[in-house]
């Protein structure tokens, strides 16, 4: 398994903010959420790679970092709390398993 397969993505609200961009600048949009997701905050050149052009409208969507690196608040926000998740859940299961295999000393 991936070491992070998803994220919420939330098509109401992709569809409303980005209604009046280009179908081409949704399209680099998508791409670019799926590479901030799996390679953190990205300089402009890694986007242009990607990308190519980037219009003024898809760079609204970004904010800059103290290294001037790009990332978007809401996928930013997705992936820590996909973290948390993920760490509630280890946790859960981990008091489970201790739970289970303690041994009764008390029995005979």
Known sequence: MAKKPSISFYTSDFISQ??????????????????????GHLSKEQ??????NLSTGIMSFFQTDSEGKYYNEQIEQSMIERENFIKRQKEKVNKRWKKDTTVDTTAN
């Open 47 to 52: 986007m242009e790679q990607v990308c190519g």
């Open 18 to 39: 980005t209604m009046f961009l280009s179908f081409e600048d949704k399209g680099k949009l998508i791409m670019l959420y799926c590479l901030q997701h799996q390679h």
